[in-house]
């Protein structure tokens, strides 16, 4: 157990970690904060592109807040690139993305920094701290970005991992960990500072069937419970339809439709449909562009060299 962490003579946990939140700063001083809108994201006419290569073309999108949302394409797509646009690890080429009132671009470094404060990311594998046991991962935010005392710290630590079912795992370290566990710590970890954006990137990969839907759950309760606004990007189509609330769906860096689950299930776009109920045979096709097949297996020179009757010569 941590230092500061017996707790037995403090029955009134949470008005204790109120009392203190409202006497501390959680967070250096900052500008006054945005006057709040219904859309927390807006994404307006971006593109993006590396050197001459377009990753995106034309994107536009509104996320109203307290929705939890998912991004699908194809590997390639943009879906990851659009997050980092969102995230402020780079900036458009054209266009503009607004988080929360703000317009990314216009920030400077510590604008960028604070706005990151309120977002919390889920990597696709955890990216756990391997040298830190599970309550250290979980304390660390809070530790490098407030003033919160140990005591305070620990209390809040436990709630987080109690929140997806792992306070009795703080002593472990990330190596004793599942597939499973690992993402739900790295998930308590996200969460540690109340974020108002959630991004997770592949949340779902790699799990077995049980972690998956508990991770999914998880993602759908602590969206509601927090209230926070989740941005998901998955593959995962049918699990993802079951917990979202409204789905973009990218290709080839353009947005190709967008929708409610049931408005995505019932498209007929040929893409989209494809996407949606994985279908081998569709716009998406399973031989990569290439010549007859017959050229590559040098056929014709076969049959030029051949005698009639289809027999070579002794």
């Given amino acids: 157990m941590p230092s500061g962490a017996s707790g037995k003579d403090r029955p009134g946990v949470w008005l204790h970690c109120q009392s203190r939140l409202e006497s501390l700063p959680l967070f250096p001083a900052a500008t006054a904060a945005p006057v709040a809108t219904e859309s927390l994201i807006e994404i307006k006419d971006v593109n993006f592109a590396y050197a001459e290569r377009p990753i995106l073309t034309g994107i536009n999108m509104t996320i109203p ?25 780079m900036k458009p080429t054209t266009g503009e993305v607004w988080i929360n009132g703000e317009c990314t671009s216009k920030l400077d470094t510590q604008g960028i920094y604070r706005m990151r404060r309120r977002m919390g990311m889920l990597f696709q594998f955890g990216a756990l701290f391997t040298d830190l046991s599970v ?8 530790r490098e970005h407030t003033g919160l005392p140990e005591s305070m710290i620990r209390d809040l630590v436990m709630m987080k991992l109690h929140a997806v079912g792992l306070r009795g795992a703080h002593k472990l370290m990330p190596a004793e960990l599942s597939g499973g566990m690992a993402r739900r710590v790295a998930l308590a970890r996200a969460i540690a500072l109340d974020p108002m954006i959630m991004m997770y990137d592949e949340p779902f990969t790699g ?24 941005l998901v990007v998955t593959h995962d189509v049918q699990e993802a339809l079951d917990v979202v609330d409204y789905v973009y769906y990218l290709s080839d860096g353009k947005m190709m439709a967008h929708g409610t689950p049931e408005e995505m299930r019932a498209n007929k776009d040929p893409l989209v449909y494809q996407f949606v109920h ?29 005698p009639p009757g289809g027999h070579r010569a002794a």
């Fill in 278 to 306: 994985g279908e081998a045979e569709g716009p998406v096709a399973y031989q990569y562009p290439s010549k007859d097949f017959s050229v590559d297996l040098n056929l014709g020179a076969r049959r030029a060299a051949s």
């Fill in 135 to 142: 309550y250290d991962n979980v304390a660390f935010q809070m």
């Fill in 207 to 230: 799990l077995d069937p049980i972690s998956l839907g508990v991770i999914a759950n998880l993602v759908r309760e602590l969206n509601d419970t927090l209230g926070t606004t989740s």
């Fill in 65 to 89: 807040r307290g929705k939890v949302v998912a991004l699908m394409g194809i590997s390639g797509s943009g879906k990851t690139t659009l997050l980092r646009l969102m995230g402020g690890v």
